[in-house]
């Protein structure tokens, strides 16, 4: 059985991030590949805690040490539960703590896949999300890679990024701003596939305890210029709809958030936060997954992130998935909202595009891993 070695985002706090990640394994797995999720953290802070500690102490200890190194005391319980999501959902490797040992972890893989999410984001530019680590020989994979944003590249960057880019085998991207970001780096134009989690299909969960209604408009809000522009709208909004707001509050991606919700879901956990999407009546988000999983789900949505960077990692999926309606200003919102919920053809059409770029994105994933 072949082994593929994936380098992607999955040690911080971000709900869709973990999910792209397991969805991605998961789709690997099921097309008979043997899979590790790679543990070398993107923070060079937290690889050189782990060289330092790795010699002395029982790796029992490092993880409790890292915990309340990079996480306030208020964090905690929120890092766990990733923690806990991390060791039982993701395969992963053998923790990594410097380049000279993920280039020899990488000799144990046939493939190195690197994807999805913002792996090639400019602003915190990583080379080893570039797989510029892996031996010849070793198939390199783009799947879904997104650089977040559009940023001005320094030239002697520029540089080291053609000459890893070439050496990839197979490259696709999540939009088409990570196409012309590659197109201008090696003049190619590479394939747009979909995220990994619209490749599975997700089980159905429970809602979680702790809400307290039955009906209710789950808010998932990750911009605090987006909540302090959109909250007294947000407000007037579920009293024309007559529903209690739940909002998701996490710690870490929001510890500037409002007390303004009906209830909030504080830290929940991965597949909590899944949970709350499925039996919301309608969704508000300014997330590129928090739309994908409202869309997954039939939600009637609202996007309200307006326009800025951030906006071209959703404008895509808002074109390719025909969900216009879920972007617009805030006086139409009830309309577009009603003709979500009422019209059967509206979701017939949003779930038939996704389905199509589903299938072709598998096809191009299979070629793509056989093709060597």
Same mark, same amino acid.
């Given at each position: 059985?072949?082994?593929?070695?994936?380098?992607?985002?999955?040690?911080?706090?971000?709900?869709?991030?973990?999910?792209?990640?397991?969805?991605?394994?998961?789709?690997?797995?099921?097309?008979?590949?043997?899979?590790?999720?790679?543990?070398?953290?993107?923070?060079?802070?937290?690889?050189?805690?782990?060289?330092?500690?790795?010699?002395?102490?029982?790796?029992?200890?490092?993880?409790?040490?890292?915990?309340?190194?990079?996480?306030?005391?208020?964090?905690?319980?929120?890092?766990?539960?990733?923690?806990?999501?991390?060791?039982?959902?993701?395969?992963?490797?053998?923790?990594?703590?410097?380049?000279?040992?993920?280039?020899?972890?990488?000799?144990?893989?046939?493939?190195?896949?690197?994807?999805?999410?913002?792996?090639?984001?400019?602003?915190?530019?990583?080379?080893?999300?570039?797989?510029?680590?892996?031996?010849?020989?070793?198939?390199?994979?783009?799947?879904?890679?997104?650089?977040?944003?559009?940023?001005?590249?320094?030239?002697?960057?520029?540089?080291?990024?053609?000459?890893?880019?070439?050496?990839?085998?197979?490259?696709?991207?999540?939009?088409?701003?990570?196409?012309?970001?590659?197109?201008?780096?090696?003049?190619?134009?590479?394939?747009?596939?979909?995220?990994?989690?619209?490749?599975?299909?997700?089980?159905?969960?429970?809602?979680?305890?702790?809400?307290?209604?039955?009906?209710?408009?789950?808010?998932?809000?990750?911009?605090?210029?987006?909540?302090?522009?959109?909250?007294?709208?947000?407000?007037?909004?579920?009293?024309?709809?007559?529903?209690?707001?739940?909002?998701?509050?996490?710690?870490?991606?929001?510890?500037?958030?409002?007390?303004?919700?009906?209830?909030?879901?504080?830290?929940?956990?991965?597949?909590?936060?899944?949970?709350?999407?499925?039996?919301?009546?309608?969704?508000?988000?300014?997330?590129?997954?928090?739309?994908?999983?409202?869309?997954?789900?039939?939600?009637?949505?609202?996007?309200?992130?307006?326009?800025?960077?951030?906006?071209?990692?959703? %404008?895509?999926?808002?074109?390719?998935?025909?969900?216009?309606?879920?972007?617009?200003?805030?006086?139409?919102?009830?309309?577009?909202?009603?003709?979500?919920?009422?019209?059967?053809?509206?979701?017939?059409?949003?779930?038939?595009?996704?389905?199509?770029?589903?299938?072709?994105?598998?096809?191009?994933?299979?070629? %793509?891993?056989?093709?060597?």
């Amino acid at each position: 059985m072949q082994k593929i070695g994936i380098m992607t985002l999955m040690h911080g706090f971000n709900y869709g991030g973990m999910l792209q990640c397991y969805a991605l394994q998961e789709v690997l797995r099921e097309l008979g590949f043997e899979i590790e999720v790679i543990d070398y953290p993107p923070s060079p802070r937290q690889r050189l805690f782990r060289r330092l500690s790795s010699s002395c102490l029982p790796s029992k200890v490092i993880n409790t040490l890292e915990g309340q190194l990079w996480f306030l005391k208020r964090r905690k319980k929120l890092w766990r539960k990733f923690e806990d999501f991390r060791n039982k959902e993701l395969h992963l490797s053998k923790r990594i703590n410097s380049r000279a040992e993920l280039k020899e972890l990488s000799q144990s893989y046939d493939i190195v896949l690197v994807g999805s999410d913002q792996v090639w984001n400019q602003s915190w530019f990583t080379p080893e999300y570039f797989l510029d680590f892996p031996s010849p020989g070793i198939k390199r994979i783009a799947y879904a890679a997104c650089c977040g944003a559009e940023f001005p590249i320094p030239e002697a960057r520029r540089t080291r990024l053609m000459d890893d880019l070439k050496k990839f085998d197979n490259i696709s991207v999540r939009n088409e701003m990570t196409l012309r970001f590659v197109q201008d780096q090696i003049g190619i134009s590479p394939f747009i596939a979909a995220d990994p989690t619209l490749l599975r299909n997700w089980k159905n969960l429970e809602k979680p305890l702790d809400i307290p209604y039955e009906k209710y408009i789950l808010v998932y809000i990750l911009s605090e210029k987006v909540m302090g522009e959109k909250q007294t709208i947000i407000k007037e909004l579920a009293r024309q709809l007559n529903l209690p707001i739940v909002a998701v509050h996490s710690d870490v991606l929001q510890p500037w958030f409002p007390s303004f919700a009906d209830f909030e879901l504080h830290n929940p956990g991965v597949f909590e936060w899944m949970a709350a999407f499925q039996h919301a009546e309608f969704v508000f988000t300014d997330s590129f997954h928090g739309t994908i999983f409202a869309v997954l789900n039939q939600k009637p949505l609202w996007n309200c992130i307006g326009r800025c960077h951030s906006f071209e990692r959703i %404008a895509y999926a808002v074109s390719r998935y025909h969900i216009q309606q879920a972007y617009c200003n805030p006086s139409e919102v009830i309309g577009h909202l009603e003709t979500q919920k009422a019209d059967p053809s509206y979701y017939k059409q949003v779930l038939l595009a996704v389905k199509e770029h589903q299938a072709e994105s598998l096809d191009w994933l299979q070629k %793509a891993l056989k093709n060597f």
